[in-house]
């Protein structure tokens, strides 16, 4: 699944995403897109995608996360390994760090879409 879905946003594949997941619980997504943003890396976990990799991965590292998401496994290319491994077991609260909430990210991309 790609995080952009229309010429409109760059957030919509994430809420996609969630619905799927939660109508269909068994469903195993592997998020392909351009953005190797970490927030974008674990915004997609959260919402149920097994696996993300960018577009530009080699064709055998595509294969292998295919075949990996489908076996149920968790697949990552280099990239966005790295935003899964400093994934904190237990992230602290948004407001304490004086970090935005997921919630308050999504409102802002769509903030800037309405330029």
């Known amino acids: 699944m790609d995080l952009k879905l229309t ?3 760059g957030c919509e594949g994430l809420g996609l995403c969630a619905k799927v997941v939660d109508r269909f619980p068994e469903s195993r997504i592997l998020v392909l897109t351009t953005f190797a943003d ?7 976990i959260r919402e149920g995608a097994k696996g993300y990799v960018v577009k530009d991965v080699d064709l055998t590292e595509l294969l292998r996360a295919i075949r990996a998401v489908y076996r149920g496994e968790g697949a990552f290319d280099s990239r966005t390994a790295s935003a899964v491994v400093s994934w904190p ?3 602290p609260d948004a407001e ?8 308050e ?3 802002l ?3 800037a879409q309405a330029r």
Do not use: D, K, M, Y
């Open 7 to 9: 010429a409109g946003s």
């Open 38 to 44: 970490e927030w974008l890396v674990r915004e997609a």
């Open 89 to 91: 077991r237990r992230e």
């Open 96 to 103: 304490a760090t004086g970090q935005i909430t997921p919630r």
């Open 105 to 107: 990210r999504e409102i």
């Open 109 to 111: 991309c769509l903030l």
